[in-house]
């Protein structure tokens, strides 16, 4: 293992431990009655998470690009193998590339295709599109943005119409 895989791990495991002591079991059960048990959920407040994300920032100063990236992959996953993914640690990942989307580049927006593939709620999709892909499209210089403008033509032929109407979102912000 790398130094930065030990402490994205560390990272991710204090996210998960945070947001399972910070949880509730009647907010779990709102979040699973909304969510149409589509995601778990620990049940964490939306306060608890942006706190335990600024907490993590704070407690792992060092972490740079791609361990922000690959932390943002960690929460969006299963905290197990077998369990179901977890709205908390979702969200965690959001407010995590919110914090830090100036690291963001555009080869990060594959990783962002398979976030809004799998989201599985507009919880998670809308502050996907407003606060990470749109101030990272609005970073891109020219060259970046011919890019993306590539990426967004393919995910507006995709099927899945989830990226067709973030496609049609974001191209707006890709045209001057």
């Known amino acids: 293992m790398t130094d930065t895989a030990d402490v994205v791990s560390a990272a991710a495991d204090f996210v998960d431990r945070t947001l399972q002591n910070e949880g509730a079991w009647y907010r779990a059960d709102d979040v699973g009655n909304r969510l149409g048990g589509a995601l778990a959920s620990y049940g964490s407040s939306v306060g608890a998470v942006r706190g335990t994300v600024r907490d993590v920032l ?6 740079d690009r791609d361990g922000t990236v690959m932390l943002a992959s960690a929460l969006w996953g299963q905290p197990r193998p077998g369990s179901r993914p977890v709205f908390e640690r979702r969200l965690a990942a959001v407010v995590l590339l919110q914090s830090r989307v100036r690291l963001l580049q555009h080869s990060d927006l594959t990783r962002l295709e398979g976030f809004l593939r799998t989201a599985q709620a507009a ?8 606060d990470v892909l749109v101030p990272l499209l609005a970073g891109m210089g020219e060259r970046e943005r011919r890019r993306a403008g590539i990426v967004l033509a393919r995910w507006r032929q995709d099927p899945d119409p989830q990226l067709q109407a973030a496609a049609v979102a974001l191209t707006k912000e890709l045209t001057p």
């Open 58 to 63: 704070r407690k792992f100063k060092d972490l």
């Open 123 to 130: 919880d998670l999709t809308d502050p996907l599109l407003t």
